[in-house]
């Protein structure tokens, strides 16, 4: 199993989400938190079961109806880069400046 590892950006967004649900959300930061463990779980076990995001066909977007959001990771020969955590209602282009 390919080990995950989160770039600065996606580690910001990460953070703002859980606080954001933390704040706002029934499920709060730790339910939050425990759904994207599950995403990642899921990732790391089959990596290549998420599609290819049609916005860069080199990364995959698994998205997590539940919380609407989306996880954008890229699948390299030794790691799973997690680009970006989007929620579904954002612009996907805002995040094409930071993936490789």
Known sequence: MKRIVF????????????AWFG???VIGTAGFVDLIHEALEKIAHLPLAA???SYAPK????TLKRLHYRIIYQ???????IAALIHTSRDPIL??????
């Open 7 to 18: 770039t600065e950006e996606a580690n910001r967004d990460l953070a703002q989400a859980a």
């Open 23 to 25: 704040e706002h959300s």
């Open 51 to 53: 599609p290819p995001w």
């Open 59 to 62: 990364y995959r977007a698994l």
């Open 75 to 81: 699948v390299t020969d030794d790691a799973i880069r």
């Open 95 to 100: 995040w094409l400046d930071r993936l490789e």
